[in-house]
């Protein structure tokens, strides 16, 4: 009876170089929304996704951020060409239905330093 | 845009005291949610709440929803130090599948 399961825990990234983040979800869901979390601060939605679609990404910066969920595997987002100011906890969430009184449990989340 | 606000933004209790954070919303919510996030950790959700006026009890914990569904409250009796964490809502309105997150409530329990 798995959760929400994300990897790595820890990422360490040098500028410019690129970040995955990877995200399974819990058995049985289809439903998968990424959020960003600063230090000291809430967290912000950035996408959601079902399988092999995005449904909502208009908390994804436009450039260098993107992300999947494909058929199989777990959902992926990637960020291009890291800079210092992306340095948060990435946390997925997800849910095994769109609607919007279904729970959302969240993966224990990727912690991504750039130095 | 949809703003959810929370307050007050630190809190610090002797170990039996009591504990209110409260949210509120800039527009209509359908249903809300809240999470307790330990230091290090990830978002635990706690409850939900759907209707107006609503009130719901989890041991030491009381959630309530307004009568507008613009805004709820949690509140915690004689907190106790494993009380200790940020404590964020997430409102959702009509129509929509995304959660905005509140700001967060940082819970400091002293023994």
């Known amino acids: 009876n798995a959760g929400v399961m994300q990897n790595p825990r820890h990422l360490v990234r040098r500028r410019g170089q690129e970040a995955r983040l990877r995200c399974s979800p819990m058995k049985g869901h289809s439903h998968v929304y990424w959020y960003r979390q600063l230090p000291e601060e809430g967290l912000k939605f950035m996408v959601y996704?079902?399988?092999?679609?995005?449904?909502?990404e208009s908390g994804m910066p436009k450039e260098r951020f993107s992300a999947e969920f494909p058929k199989e595997g777990p959902s992926i987002l990637r960020i291009q060409q890291v800079v210092r100011g992306d340095s948060a906890a990435y946390f997925c969430?997800?849910?095994?239905?769109?609607?919007?009184?279904?729970?959302?449990?969240f993966g224990p989340g990727t912690r991504l330093t750039v130095l | 845009g949809q703003q959810v606000m929370q307050i007050p933004q630190y809190q610090h209790v002797q170990e039996g005291e009591d504990f209110t954070t409260y949210c509120n919303s800039s527009?209509?919510?359908?249903?809300i949610q809240w999470y307790k996030q330990r230091p290090g950790g990830h978002p635990v959700f706690l409850i939900q709440l759907v209707k107006s006026g609503e009130v719901k009890k989890q041991k030491r914990l009381t959630f309530q929803f307004g009568e507008a569904k613009k805004n709820s409250s949690l509140h915690i009796t004689a907190t106790q130090t494993t009380d200790v964490g940020t404590y964020f809502c997430a409102g959702i309105t009509s129509g929509t599948y995304k959660y905005i997150f509140g700001t967060g409530t940082r819970l400091k329990v002293l023994a």
């Open positions: 996704l079902q399988k092999e679609n995005i449904i909502d």
């Open positions: 527009t209509t919510l359908s249903n």
């Open positions: 969430a997800s849910s095994g239905t769109e609607q919007s009184t279904d729970t959302q449990y």
